[in-house]
C-alpha cells in the first residue's frame, strides 16, 4: 500500500466528494485540502456541513484538524490560486482526487466544457508541479459512452464513435480523454473511476447535496402534487395524471447504492498501483442492471392515480406536466433508451474482500426517490 498522507481533493462540499472525503478523514488518517468556491472560512462551514451528513466521527479530536480549505475554482487557470500557493499545494501532495465536476445533465455546452474539461486540464496542469510519486485520481462517469445503447461497454472503452446525447456526456468525455493524453505524455500514472448513477436511500438534511434519483423524486412531485410554474395541483393526490416519457420500456439503468460506491472508489484509488504512464480504468456500479420500468412502478405505487407510459419518440400534443419533465429531465431520459451493461472485472479484482452492493429493489427505489412516507392520498 502507498504512504499516502496528503491529498488534494476538489468537489468535497458535493455528493461524492463529501463522501470521499468522509472516509478518507475518518479511516485513512489522511490530510485532506478540499480546494472549492467562496472564502476558506466559508468553504470550510460548507465542507465541516457535507462531511457531517455522514456520520458525526469526522468531527471526533484529530480528524477535522487533518483537514484544510482552500479558496479555488478547477475553471480557472492554476485552479484559481495565486502561483505561490498552487506551487506550495503541489509540493506537500501526494495524491489528487478530482471529484468537482458540473452534473448539469441539460446544461449548456460551454459551462460544462469550463468545468469539467477545462477543470480537468487545470487539474492536469496542478499534477505536472507535483511529485513524481503523486498519484492522481480523477472521477468520471459511465456516461463517457456516450449515445451507445447496447452491448457491454468494457473498462478500457473509450470512444466518440456512437456521439453523445448530452453536452455532459461529452464534457466527461473530453475529461478523460484529456487525462489518458497526460499519462502517455508524462509517463505519469492515473486511476479513472467511472461510477454508473450513485444513489443513496438515506434521508438526509435539504441542504445536502442531492443526487440524480432524489432530483427524479423531486420533479415527479411537482408535477404529481402540484407546484412546479404552470402546473395545477392535481386534486391533492395525483388523481388522473397521465405522464408519456421518452422512454423505452425494456430499457436499463445501472443504479448503485453510495455506501458500496464509496467504498469501491476509495479502496481502488488508494490501493491500486498504476504503472508509469498507465491509466486503470474501474467501472463502479452494481452487478445487475434495473429495469427503467422499476422507477416508474415506485412512481405509480407512491401517487396513486399517476400514470406513466413510455412513448417513442416525440409527444407533439405535450401537456405542461410532460413539457417540464421533458424539459428538466432531458438528459436522464436520454439514459431511459438504454440497454447497455458495464463490465466490471478490474474494479472487483481490485476489491476482492469488499461486499457487494445491496440490491436496488422496490424498498431501495422508493427511499431513494425520497418516498419516505406511505403512498399519497393513503395518509
Ligand atoms: N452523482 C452521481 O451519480 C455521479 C455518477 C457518476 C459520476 N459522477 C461524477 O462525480 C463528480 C461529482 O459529482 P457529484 O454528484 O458529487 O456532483 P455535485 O454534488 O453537484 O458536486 C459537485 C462538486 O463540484 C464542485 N464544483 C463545481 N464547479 C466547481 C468549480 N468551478 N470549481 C471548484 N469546484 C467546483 C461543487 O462545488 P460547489 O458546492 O461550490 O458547487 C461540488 O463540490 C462529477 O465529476 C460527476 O461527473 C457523479
Not at 10 to 14: D, H
Not at 313 to 318: K, L, N, P, Q, R
Given at each position: 500500500m502507498l504512504a499516502v498522507v496528503t491529498v488534494l481533493l476538489?468537489?468535497?462540499?458535493?455528493f461524492l466528494g463529501s463522501r470521499v472525503a468522509h472516509t478518507l478523514l475518518t479511516t485513512r488518517n489522511e490530510r485532506v485540502i478540499a480546494l472549492g468556491r467562496g472564502t476558506p472560512a466559508l468553504l470550510r462551514i460548507r465542507v465541516v456541513n457535507a462531511l457531517r451528513v455522514h456520520g458525526e466521527e469526522v468531527t471526533h479530536p484529530g480528524n477535522l484538524s487533518r483537514l484544510r480549505c482552500v479558496s479555488g475554482d478547477v475553471a480557472q487557470p492554476w485552479l484559481g490560486l495565486s502561483p505561490a500557493l498552487h506551487a506550495r499545494i503541489a509540493r506537500e501532495v501526494d495524491a489528487v482526487w478530482h471529484c468537482a465536476g458540473d452534473i448539469a445533465l441539460t446544461g449548456e455546452r460551454d459551462r460544462l466544457f469550463r468545468v469539467n474539461a477545462q477543470g480537468t486540464a487545470h487539474v492536469l496542469a496542478f499534477m505536472e508541479m507535483t511529485a513524481a510519486h503523486c498519484r492522481l485520481v480523477h472521477l468520471s462517469t459511465m456516461a463517457v459512452a456516450g449515445a451507445r445503447t447496447e452491448g457491454c461497454i468494457m473498462e478500457d472503452d473509450l470512444t466518440d464513435a456512437h456521439g453523445f446525447e448530452t453536452h455532459y456526456d461529452a464534457s466527461k468525455f473530453e475529461a478523460e480523454r484529456l487525462v489518458r493524453h497526460w499519462a502517455e505524455r508524462q509517463g505519469r500514472p492515473a486511476v479513472v473511476l467511472r461510477p454508473s448513477i450513485v444513489a443513496s436511500d438515506r434521508t438526509h438534511p435539504d441542504e445536502a447535496a442531492g443526487h440524480p434519483l432524489s432530483v427524479l423524486g423531486s420533479m415527479i412531485e411537482a408535477v404529481a402534487l402540484g407546484g412546479a410554474p404552470g402546473i395545477p395541483a392535481q386534486r391533492g393526490e395525483g388523481t388522473g395524471l397521465r405522464l408519456r416519457l421518452a422512454a423505452s420500456p425494456t430499457a436499463t439503468l445501472n443504479i448503485v447504492p453510495d455506501s458500496y460506491a464509496t467504498q469501491a472508489m476509495v479502496r481502488i484509488g488508494y490501493d491500486t498501483a498504476p504503472d508509469v504512464g498507465d491509466v486503470r480504468t474501474f467501472h463502479v456500479v452494481h452487478a445487475h442492471n434495473t429495469p427503467v420500468q422499476a422507477l416508474f412502478d415506485a412512481m405509480e405505487a407512491h401517487y396513486p392515480g399517476l400514470r406513466i407510459d413510455c412513448f417513442d419518440?416525440?409527444?407533439?400534443?405535450?401537456s405542461l406536466a410532460e413539457q417540464y419533465i421533458a424539459s428538466h429531465l432531458a438528459g436522464f431520459l436520454s439514459y431511459c433508451r438504454h440497454r447497455r451493461t458495464y463490465d466490471r472485472s478490474r474494479a472487483l479484482a481490485a476489491t476482492p474482500e469488499l461486499a457487494g452492493p445491496a440490491p436496488v429493489d422496490a424498498g431501495f427505489l422508493r427511499r431513494a426517490l425520497g418516498f419516505t412516507g406511505q403512498a399519497v392520498g393513503s395518509r
Open positions: 476538489t468537489g468535497a462540499t458535493g419518440g416525440e409527444v407533439h400534443d405535450a
